[in-house]
Structure formats: C-alpha cells, structure tokens
C-alpha cells in the first residue's frame, strides 16, 4: 500500500480517500480534522494501525469510514495484542468530535474504532455494521455504552425514534428535534432479536422508558419489513420490551412474511389484561387482502375494550390513522 506523499504533507488537514489503498499509520494522516476513508481494497488496516491513525488525529472533528474491508480477521486481532503489549490501552479523547459515520464495516473494524475514542461532544452517529450471524451484544455491548451517554445528553423535550426490523437487520434512528436522526444505527446479518436486545441494554432503561431523555411523551416509531418472518411469534419479544413504552406509529410492510400474526397479536390483551402498544394511533399496513378483515376484527376488539377503572393497565387509545398500501390477493 501507498505510503501517502512519501510521508510528507505536514499542513493537511482534511482528507478524502476513495478507492486508494494506503497505510494507515502513514505519517501524512496526523493533526486532521476531517477524515473520509471510502473504498474495498485487496489491503486492509490491523488493529494497531487503527489504534495510531486515531491517536494521531484526536482533533478530529468529523470522520467517515465506508465499505472498508477486514481481509485478514486472524492478524487483525493479533496485531491489537502486538501494539499494546497485551495491555489494555486508554481511549483516545476527541474532545471536537462532531459527526461520526462508520457504514458497511465489518464488526472487527467497528470494535477497534469504538473500543478506542471517547467522544463526548459527538452530534450525529451513523452506525451500519456487518455481522456474520454472530450476536450484537456479545460483540458490541462493552464496546459502545461509553458512547451512549454523551450521544443523548442534549436532548430536550418530546423526541422520536424509529426502529425498524428485516428478516437478517435490526436499525434504531433517533431524532432529537432534528430533520434528519441524531443516531442511526444499523446492524446486518444478525438476529434481529439479538439487535434489538442490544440497542434495548444500550438506550432503554430497565422499565422500558428510553433513557434518551426525561421526556414524558417520548414517542417510538416502529417498521418490519424486509422479509421479516412473524409466523413463530417473532415479534412478541419485540413488542414485551416496548411494553411500557409509547410506541404511537406501526408499520408492517407488504414484504413481511405471515403479518396476520402480528395483527391477531393486537387485536388479544394477556391473562393480566395488558393490551399490546396501547399508545399505538398511527398504523400502515401493506400485504395480501385477506388482512383487512383481520384488521378489522381486531381494531373493533381493541375498542371494545373494557373502561380504565376496571383494568390493571392503560385501555388502547383508539387509532387516529389508518393506511392500508399494497394490498393484493
């Protein structure tokens, strides 16, 4: 790989690289403060070249790294031992750190970036990571709760999240009083449940309450879609954890394999009866037409529900929004 202006450029402070391989440890990437890494190359960075590139730009204020590959995962993690002498080194403090974006990488090369920064002036996080079917909390819990509390501490007021739900993907966006989110994380091939239980231990509190802010109407949007296959009660967890939270916009979309399931779920409060996404108001529903009459059935069954004094938890709001999109035979 290219050892970038043979080492000498002492006066750059922003640089983009696509399709180019080079070092990372390259003395030319020092005291930036912007960095944009894009690019699959037949070379790949070790641990430890990470670990120098980050030590060398802590006044980094914005970096993007995309499509990056990992082509040796064996020296890669071997190289991390080398360069610490088996120590566990301190993070590197980026103090101006504003926007941080790591998309379509590999979770070695997600680890080692994580694992290593502190940021606790970071505004916008844009998180994709590959997986190999391996779980996201094993690899990524220890990784990133640093990170949490310095992402959420500016909120105020109402906000928003979304999460969404592929048979293979599980993604969390989180708006604070922003157009586009705050946090978008996006973790592929991996369970979905085991996604969800991650970004659940990360950002939400014990009883259910997303602890992005004290906001009482914090509000969760909540999408399946891409194939996501609800015939075995896949989703019940899922809905369980959000139990005290105040999901008020479902959709499931018309590439869901088995939606009926979900839809009969909504329509049965438990032995203890507590009604599914009670808060719930705004609801799209996409697939074949034989779903409308479930829909039906169980939207009548949620307004027919017995008054509020006489149950132990919240009666179903009524649904204010109603969109039905590609329905078909």
């Known amino acids: ?23 990372w440890d390259s003395a030319v990437l020092a ?26 730009n802590p006044g980094l204020e914005t970096m993007d790294i995309e499509d990056v590959t990992v082509t040796d995962p064996e020296r890669f993690a071997d190289d991390t031992v080398e360069a610490s002498g088996g120590r566990k080194p301190s993070r590197v403090a980026m103090n101006k ?20 920064i502190e940021i606790p002036s970071i505004k916008h996080f844009d998180l994709r990571c590959l997986f190999r079917g391996e779980a996201a909390s094993t690899l990524l819990g220890p990784n990133i709760k640093h990170l949490v509390p310095p992402l959420l501490q500016g909120s105020q007021g109402a906000q928003l999240a979304e999460i969404t739900f592929g048979r ?11 157009q586009d989110p705050t946090i978008w994380i996006e973790l592929q091939n991996t369970t979905p449940m085991s996604g969800f239980g991650w970004l659940a231990d990360s950002f939400f509190l014990e009883e259910g309450l997303p602890s992005v802010c004290e906001a009482e109407m914090f509000q969760v949007s909540l999408n399946f879609g891409g194939n996501f296959d609800m015939a075995e ?26 939606g009926e399931k979900l839809i009969d779920y909504l329509g049965e409060a438990n032995e203890d009866s507590q009604w599914p996404l009670p808060h719930l108001m705004s609801l799209t529903v996409g697939g074949r037409e034989e779903l409308a009459n479930q829909l039906l059935m169980a939207l009548l069954r949620r307004k027919d529900a017995p008054p509020e004094e006489t149950l132990k938890h919240p009666r179903p709001v009524l649904l ?3 969109d039905l999109e590609d329905l078909h035979g």
């Not at 293979?168 to 922003?178: A, E, Q, T």
């Not at 989703?235 to 088995?258: D, M, N, W, Y």
């Open 320 to 322: 204010e929004v109603l």
């Open 97 to 116: 750190m504003r926007k941080l974006r790591l998309c379509g990488l590999p979770f070695e090369l997600v680890q080692a970036i994580l694992d290593n």
């Open 168 to 178: 293979n993907s599980v993604g969390l966006g989180i708006y604070l009083g922003r």
């Open 233 to 258: 009660g896949t989703f019940i967890p899922i809905l369980e954890r959000l139990g005290a939270v105040s999901v008020k916009a479902l959709t499931l979309q018309s590439s869901c394999l088995h």
């Open 31 to 56: 005291g930036l403060s912007s960095l944009k890494i894009r690019g699959r190359f037949d070379y790949s960075p070790t641990a430890g070249q990470v670990r120098r590139l980050l030590e060398e």
């Open 1 to 23: 790989p290219l050892d970038l202006f043979c080492g000498q450029a002492g006066r750059l402070k922003d640089v983009a690289l696509e399709n180019i391989p080079f070092r």
